[in-house]
């Protein structure tokens, strides 16, 4: 035996209760589960997890950290989140299989919609792959996360069609090479294909797999049926009677090819609760016929962010701001502020927003001298300087001369009661987290702490058992990934342990940790003690990443 | 049975509470959509978007989420100085302020 976790609650992913016994690893794998001998133990490494929950390694569904596994082998920070396997490639866009003469366009689309920036590529990737195959022997080098990679319809498009693939549907012919590429693709490592119903590329135009028609699909998913693979759907999430389209042709494209579908995102606003209900009703009565639709809805709560030198709609109901933001260029505004007749006009026009002022965040400055203050509410800085949130803001963005970035959290998704119940829905898989994308945004880590912290603890939503099972078994399941994804004799150790009473996502935050000098928002985790991956310790909160190369193609 | 929340943060609470810009036309020209609701919405993506509702002869009702530029070029092709002058406006508006958003990239 290699290690042995001792003394352990262990909730092992089925939703069973927790039951407190050791766990024993050997050659990666799981070998013993209960009270072991003396005998059995010599020699093995020592987990003391008395008082903590032993799990199996939390499965993040929908990520796009396709890039920075080209420079961190561990996808950070998803690791210390607890999530031992990732599923890159979502959306049509993966990063092979991909041409020499397209690289600089998938460079464009990343930027675009995941807001990597050029410099992370150009200073972070040494461009020696093609092919799929030649991208995951890349990626392999030095691995310390699972991946489950998808291929990106988009990228298979541009492969066969050139500049074409964003200019009309496909030949037969072309179908037919797309498929044997997608077969090669499969055979190579990817767990299935994604595609876009929505996203757009950075010339503003339909990203490649919208000008495909209805067969060039069908025909790509029989290929999935004959690999057992997935199909992943970005759809038109904002709108209800399209998502209730798509998930009828999923469901059909599911029953046809006896494939497994999943679309994402599905949000949960006060303005389509009802939408939502009817999407819920229709993924019903479609899993009821025997098709497999999963719609992914992520945890965390979106929040908006702004600063005055991009006009936000939140400043819609004050025409006199919004004009103002909209129509001056950065010293008109700086100007407008600093007149103090002008500044009084604007400020009295804001008055009846104070509660909002007063919530927002300072998340972000230009300055040292402000440097301290982020993280703070506008109330909180404003009492320290005796101002009210509004004058403070402004006073803040003149400091930093409209560099100054403010948070207003939790504005959409926000129902706790109601997402607790979406999430807890036995046809619902929690994902959708976006994980490595929005990097200039917003965090897209910490959605499994906040799973815990939010809607275990705070709302009892889901039990620990259960919001586990969701995270693990039921994903592994979904997506066809074996081995993992429950704690049992045989299965490969991907394991988390961690306290249920203080496992979370931490504060928001930006690291400058992007190649380029690049800069992302993160969040730290709480309550994670230990992960590991392949049964070799990947994290542990005393001594951080291992750097251990145990990652997998899964 | 999913019910929309009513109040949780000051903030929340005062953007959903804000005056319902929910006022029906008395009349809806035949073959046409009108305006009927407006409301800020917090776009995936981390930014404000707006989200209209038209509502067509037949009393059914489709709902438009629009980016700001989006918003800006309806609000000024609408002559709208604030979000309740929208409000009975022709659908027409949301068509050439999407296509004079798309040209303009």
């Known amino acids: ?554 | 049975m999913i019910n929309p929340q009513t109040q949780f943060c000051p903030a929340t609470s005062f953007l959903w509470n804000l005056p319902r810009l929910n006022l029906l036309p008395n009349k809806i020209n035949s073959m046409t959509a009108l305006i009927s609701h407006v409301h800020l919405n917090a776009a995936h993506e981390g930014i404000a978007e707006l989200i209209v509702t038209l509502t067509f002869e037949n009393g059914g009702q489709s709902q438009v989420p629009l980016d700001p530029n989006t918003s800006s070029i309806l609000m000024s092709r609408c002559q709208a100085s604030d979000l309740s002058e929208l409000i009975g406006q022709d659908w027409t508006h949301i068509r050439d302020a999407l296509t004079e958003s798309f040209n303009s990239n």
């Open chain 1, 1 to 554: 035996m290699d290690l042995i976790i001792k003394n352990g609650t262990i909730a092992d992913g089925t939703g069973a209760p927790r039951f407190v016994a050791d766990i024993g690893i050997t050659n990666h794998r799981i070998s013993h589960i209960g009270e072991l001998t003396e005998g059995a133990q010599q020699g093995a490494e020592e987990i003391d997890a008395t008082g903590k929950i032993v799990s199996p390694g939390f499965i993040d569904p929908h990520t796009h950290f396709d890039a920075q596994l080209l420079w961190d082998g561990a996808a950070k920070p998803a690791i210390e989140h607890g999530v031992t396997t990732i599923v890159p490639g979502n959306c049509s866009l993966s990063l092979a299989p991909l041409k020499a003469e397209h690289r600089m366009k998938l460079v464009g689309m990343f930027n675009q919609i995941e807001e990597m920036p050029h410099k992370a590529f150009s200073e972070g990737v040494t461009w020696d792959w093609e092919t799929f195959d030649e991208y995951i022997t890349r990626i392999q080098r030095d691995l310390t996360i699972n991946v489950a990679p998808l291929a990106g319809h988009s990228l298979l498009r541009l492969w066969v069609m050139g500049n074409d693939a964003m200019a009309r549907v496909a030949t037969l012919e072309e179908i037919n090479a797309m498929c044997k590429l997608l077969e090669q693709c499969i055979i190579a490592g990817a767990t299935g294909l994604s595609t876009s119903f929505v996203d757009m590329d950075e010339r503003l135009q339909p990203v490649p797999s919208r000008y495909a028609c209805t067969e060039e699909l069908d025909a790509l998913c029989s290929v999935l049926g004959q690999h057992q693979k997935i199909l992943q759907v970005v759809h038109e999430f904002y709108d209800t009677d399209l998502t209730l389209a798509r998930v009828d042709q999923l469901a059909d494209l599911s029953l046809k090819h006896n494939i497994t579908t999943t679309l994402s995102p599905l949000f949960l606003n006060a303005d389509n609760a009802r939408g939502v209900e009817q999407i819920m009703a229709r993924v019903d009565e479609q899993m009821a016929r025997g098709a497999r639709v999963w719609p992914q809805v992520q945890t965390r709560p979106i929040d908006i962010s702004f600063c005055f030198e991009v006009p936000s709609l939140l400043f819609m109901r004050l025409p006199t701001w919004y004009a103002l933001m909209r129509f001056s260029n950065k010293e008109q505004i700086i100007s407008a502020f600093e007149d103090p007749e002008r500044r009084a006009a604007l400020v009295s026009e804001a008055q009846s927003m104070m509660p909002l002022w007063s919530a927002l965040v300072l998340r972000r400055v230009e300055t040292a001298d402000n440097l301290p203050l982020v993280g703070m509410t506008l109330e909180a800085i404003g009492a320290a300087r005796g101002k009210n949130a509004l004058e403070t803001m402004i006073d803040l963005s003149l400091e930093e001369r409209l560099g100054a970035h403010f948070l207003a959290a939790n504005m959409g998704h926000n129902d706790d009661h109601a997402v607790g119940e979406l999430l807890r829905h036995p046809n619902v898989m929690i994902g959708a987290s976006d994980g490595g994308a929005h990097i200039l945004s917003f965090s897209t880590y910490g959605d499994t702490g906040y799973l815990f912290s939010k809607f275990v603890r705070d709302c009892n939503a889901l039990s620990l058992e259960l919001a586990i099972k969701k995270i693990t078994a039921d994903t592994a399941n979904i997506w066809g990934i074996k081995e993992r994804g429950e704690i049992k004799v045989g299965n490969i150790a991907d394991i988390t342990i961690f306290d249920p009473a203080n496992i979370d996502r931490g504060e928001e935050h930006y690291v400058q940790d992007v190649p380029g000098d690049g800069y992302r928002y993160v969040r730290d985790a709480l309550g994670v003690d230990q992960v590991l991956i392949h049964g070799k310790l990947a994290f542990s909160q005393s001594d951080g990443y291992t750097d251990t190369p145990c990652g997998q193609i899964v």
